[in-house]
């Protein structure tokens, strides 16, 4: 039976009293190969999907909380705190329910999907909307942390980097060893932190030998890495990836040129261009800011910097239900027509 990855992988993750872990059974997502998909963008490749979406709260951000929460409860603290764009709130809100904490999540007003918002105020979250966006939220949360006893858990905590870690350990075991290339999208850039931490720590553990290079897509409006400075009012449709001031910024440079990778940015058009495709062609629905890495591995093929051959692994970092609000806005409307056969036939146009 599967224990949640802090059992699963007990050469990376150690706790000195086991009854201190909290874990929601999260990790042991799907690597999905996309044949169709790579057909559509880049029939030269072998295309796989980690589709984090089928983590308990239907994102990436549960590796990381089951540490950061875990830790948090063999250091004796009561209740835990964060910013979030909604996926991190969500986890941390499911997390703290678990372990019978308190959790507070600061999000900005108006801008998080509505699934997200829903699994933080049914889990039992103090919910503070604040009228500013997630990088306001992010300095607020810091300084309470900082001078109140409660437990930042936003990727500035490193247990949070070090359970995300765990999505590398998973791929490497699927495919025996790391791909050609690992694209993701970046935000706050934990994520692509997390994933370099592991892919080396793999590696320094024997049971790898290459690495992959790791390629990051921020969205158009909210690409300060790209940019090369702060963005003051970051916009784009994908509210998880709305990030101007990214917390671990040089990490995921450094992640970008160990690794011989690159972080670049895509357009909304491009993203939602992605998120309806994946759905459509492979039956596998994410959110808009997961497709980011897609939208990115259709822009590098265009620009021919993808090597033949090679094997690709994208992430989609959060389910496609979170969002349903997006989902409607791209699709084709559904048609309306009375209850007889005669009229359905009519208009499948039989
Ligand atoms: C679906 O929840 O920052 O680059 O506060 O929800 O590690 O930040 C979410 C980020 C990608 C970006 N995809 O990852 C939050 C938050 C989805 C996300 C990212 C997020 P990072």
């Known amino acids: 039976m599967w224990k949640g990855v802090i059992r699963a992988y007990p050469d990376f993750y150690h706790f000195a009293d086991e009854r201190h872990v909290v874990t929601i059974l999260e990790g042991n997502t799907p690597l999905i190969p996309a044949p169709r998909l790579a057909a559509k963008i880049n029939p030269d490749i072998s295309l796989f999907l980690k589709y984090e979406g089928l983590n308990p709260t239907a994102s990436f951000k549960d590796r990381g909380m089951t540490l950061a929460v875990s830790r948090a409860v063999e250091a004796g603290s009561r209740s835990v705190i964060c910013a979030s764009t909604g996926n991190t709130s969500a986890s941390a809100a499911a997390y703290a329910a678990r372990a019978g904490l308190k959790a507070v999540v600061v ?39 900082d001078e109140y006893p409660v437990t930042l858990v ?26 050609e290339y690992h694209m993701l999208p970046v935000g706050n850039a934990g994520n692509i932190t997390a994933y370099w931490a592991g892919y080396k720590a793999y590696r320094d553990a024997g049971k790898i030998k290459t690495l992959p290079k790791m390629w990051g897509f921020q969205a158009e409006g909210a690409a300060p890495i790209v940019r090369g400075h702060v963005v003051e009012k970051p916009e784009t449709v994908a509210t998880a990836i709305r990030i101007g001031n990214p917390a671990s910024w040089k990490k995921a440079e450094a992640a970008r040129d160990e690794s011989g990778g690159l972080i670049d940015m895509v357009t909304d058009q491009e993203i939602l261009d992605a998120y309806q495709m994946v759905a459509s062609t492979e039956g596998v629905f994410c959110e808009p800011a997961s497709a980011a890495s ?9 620009q021919g910097l993808v090597e033949k051959g090679s094997r690709v692994v994208c992430t989609l970092t959060g389910h496609g239900l979170k969002d349903p609000d997006n989902a409607i806005k791209v699709s084709a409307e559904p048609i309306t027509c009375e209850a007889e056969m005669k009229k359905v036939l009519n208009v499948l146009g039989f």
Do not use: Y
């Open 154 to 179: 936003n990727s500035l905590n490193p247990h949070r980097i070090d359970g995300q870690r765990s999505a590398a350990f998973e791929v490497c075991d699927v495919l025996g060893e790391p791909p």
């Open 294 to 302: 897609l939208a990115g591995l259709v822009k590098k093929t265009r």
């Open 107 to 145: 999000i900005p007003e108006g801008k998080i999907a509505l699934g997200k918002l829903a699994q933080a105020m049914i889990q039992g979250a103090v919910v503070v909307k604040i009228l500013g966006n997630f990088d306001e939220a992010l300095t607020v949360v810091r300084k309470i942390s």
